[in-house]
């Protein structure tokens, strides 16, 4: 049987300790229970999502739900166990296993979803968990005072998380079998009083519930370190003489031409406008400012190696290249057939993937200089993520 998984989503909150039902507030840009809908959407056994939550919510559920065919909504009830009871009443019967997560658990990773899926599938029940970190104490509570009752060992705690996957039958049979117990925090509590074992998965400390004020702003603070985001693009321009008795270099490719480019460097237009196109990105003026003409050990260097100095520059900067897009303009020599080298060459000097450079080559219809075959220029943009 191929594994097909419905996870169910539990967003039903009322948000007490929130002050507000959290499920909709924004995190990172959008909606925190969208993070839950797109961890999930993004794995492929996953055929099916339940997204559980109180009708006053279906609005804003709706839209979501358009995010993917997947998602499917269900009413919430008045605890979280009675929510879980009825998502699973929605659950494909063609699932093999469930997976029931916390709709307010938005950093979930796809690793621990397809850990507690594998396990569940191999020994019936599932759950992701960290080892307790403070130490805990059993209490007694006397009047209006709290009195520490013992000091339990701590290494035989762990924190349970969410998803707590389920082979289907098993989940099943544990609702079936204590269809009362409204006070379970947990449907593992339920597997674990039908005598069955359920296997713990270490998780990420990350997997975060978000519960207080407090809780969203460490969210916050784990998405920003987790993708800095603020996207920045850089465009650069450059243009060269052609003359006789230089080498003709492009992207860092020799090219076979009677002419070449003439420049206190090699004159690599192409490198020149792509150095030009990341420094802009990240804010930091352009190569002239780094490598100036006067300076004689700049003299005839190859700008591969400005590239690599730009690229600990960028590095510095703390910031990513994503992309770049280069346009060489050539009357002559026809650079057509070059293209491929000099994406090829552009991706190694700049560290990117091939799939990443886009290089392009184009004449000038015969006008200006360009066109007369006194010069070649060359257009580049990037794109890049800073740090926040
Ligand atoms: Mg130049």
Known sequence: MSPNVSAVIVAGGAGRRMGTPKQFLPLGGKPLVQWSLEAFAGVAQVKQIVLVVPPKDFKSARAL???DGRIQLARSGATRMESVRRGVRAASPLADVIAVHDGARPLVASRTILECLRQARRHGAALPAVPAKDTLKRVR???RAVWVEETPPRSQFWQAQTPQCYRREVLLEALRKFPADAEATDESQLVEKLGRRVRIVKAEET???VTTPADLAAAEAYLGRARPTNHSAGFGFDIHRLAKGRRLILGG???????GLVGHSDGDVVLHACCDAVLGGCGLGDIGKYFPS???RWKDVSSLKIAGKVM???KFAGAVLNHLDATVVAQEPRLSG???AIRAALASAFGLAPARVNFKAKTHEGL????RGEAISCYAVASLSLPQ
């Open 65 to 67: 739900a358009r995010l």
């Open 141 to 143: 509570s006397a009047r």
């Open 207 to 209: 997997n975060i519930k």
């Open 253 to 259: 490719v020799l090219i076979p031409h009677p002419k």
């Open 294 to 296: 006067r300076e004689r």
């Open 312 to 314: 600990r520059l960028l």
């Open 338 to 340: 070059r293209c491929g």
């Open 368 to 371: 200006g200089e360009v066109g």
